[in-house]
């Protein structure tokens, strides 16, 4: 039988109250909870590759980079999707008790919890209203802090195109595994609405606090970003090679014709490394870009920047 999903506010608070009772016992004060929120195409699997690859080294230093609760599901990823995942549907009871779950991983000289996820960016707007409340009142329990970095817009929103087009059909998601064009999909709010920057940046602060949210300008290397800022800078710590690159026009024509039918996600997963060869053999012969003169004019104007 499926669990009773709480949305009862007395009943989070309730569940709130007994992990900060935890933490009391282990801690004098608030834990650092860093939230990597993305964006997608600036680094992040290659950074959430180093950050689980090095999670004793990390330990050791007080860092808790929590094991990944969905390699059940998909044991190659090294990033914490239960997070938007459970706020998206609501299922509030999953997420505190991951939250649980981390917490209970947390030692005497644990000092920060590093959590990290593009989907947060990616479904931020999708999240309702009981979801954001109870991200705001996990301030009560951590000292949060989001960091995201953020393309230039043009190149950001092209290689955001191509994971939709990449990405198995989904129940209420309007761009996902479809076969549209760029400016097709240019039309769709969900879609558009991820340019809003500073769109994203105020609605955080509002969650989680005015001074809780670091935006970084993404200058391709964010691995060394974070060894510098969390202090990891050693003579053997290089940076993990950059991975998830974004395929050429040549291959997203295929996927949109690939999607015109109704395929189930473990079968388009499976054409996914066989896409990856032929991207490779076509790169020579491929456009670089996707937008077109007209998509491009709307697209800066849809960009809603911030201040770095």
């Known amino acids: 039988m499926e669990k009773p999903n709480i949305h009862s506010s007395g009943e989070r608070a309730d569940l709130l109250k007994e992990f900060k009772h935890s933490l009391a016992q282990l801690k004098q004060q608030k834990i650092k909870l860093i939230i990597h929120a993305g964006t997608p195409k600036t680094g992040t699997t290659s950074l959430q590759t180093y950050l689980d690859k090095r999670q004793r080294k990390l330990r050791g230093k007080g860092i808790l980079y929590p094991h990944n609760l969905d390699k059940i599901q998909n044991p190659t990823a090294p990033k914490h999707q239960w997070f938007e995942k459970n706020l998206v549907s609501a299922h509030l009871d999953y997420f505190l008790e991951n939250i649980n779950n981390i917490i209970s991983q947390v030692k005497e000289d644990t000092h920060m919890i590093i959590l990290s996820?593009?989907?947060?960016?990616?479904?931020?707007?999708?999240?309702?209203?009981?979801?954001?409340?109870?991200?705001?009142?996990?301030a009560e329990l951590f000292d949060i802090e989001v960091w995201v970095w953020f393309r230039e817009p043009l190149a950001f929103i092209e290689s955001y195109y191509k994971q939709c087009i990449r990405n198995p059909q989904t129940e209420n998601n309007p761009c996902y595994g479809k076969n549209l064009s760029f400016a097709e999909m240019l039309d769709f709010d969900w879609f558009s609405q991820h340019l809003n920057y500073q769109g994203f940046v105020s609605e955080c602060q509002a969650v989680f606090g005015e001074n809780a949210v670091s935006a970084f300008k993404y200058e391709g290397d964010v691995v060394q970003q974070v060894i510098q800022k969390l202090g990891?800078?050693?003579?053997?710590?290089?940076?993990?090679?950059?991975?998830?690159?974004?395929?050429?026009?040549?291959?997203?024509?295929?996927?949109?014709?690939?999607?015109?039918?109704?395929?189930?996600?473990?079968?388009?997963?499976?054409?996914?490394?066989?896409?990856?060869?032929?991207?490779?053999?076509?790169?020579?012969?491929?456009?670089?870009?996707?937008?077109?003169?007209?998509?491009?004019?709307?697209?800066?104007?849809?960009?809603?920047?911030?201040?770095?």
Not at 249 to 267: E, G, V
């Open 232 to 308: 990891l800078a050693t003579p053997d710590d290089n940076p993990t090679p950059r991975q998830n690159k974004s395929l050429n026009s040549a291959s997203i024509a295929l996927l949109k014709t690939i999607n015109q039918y109704d395929m189930k996600a473990k079968d388009k997963a499976l054409l996914i490394p066989h896409l990856k060869q032929i991207d490779e053999i076509m790169a020579n012969y491929a456009d670089e870009t996707l937008i077109d003169d007209e998509s491009r004019k709307r697209v800066l104007q849809l960009y809603r920047p911030i201040t770095f």
């Open 117 to 138: 996820s593009e989907g947060i960016y990616n479904y931020w707007w999708d999240f309702p209203e009981q979801s954001k409340a109870v991200l705001s009142e996990l």
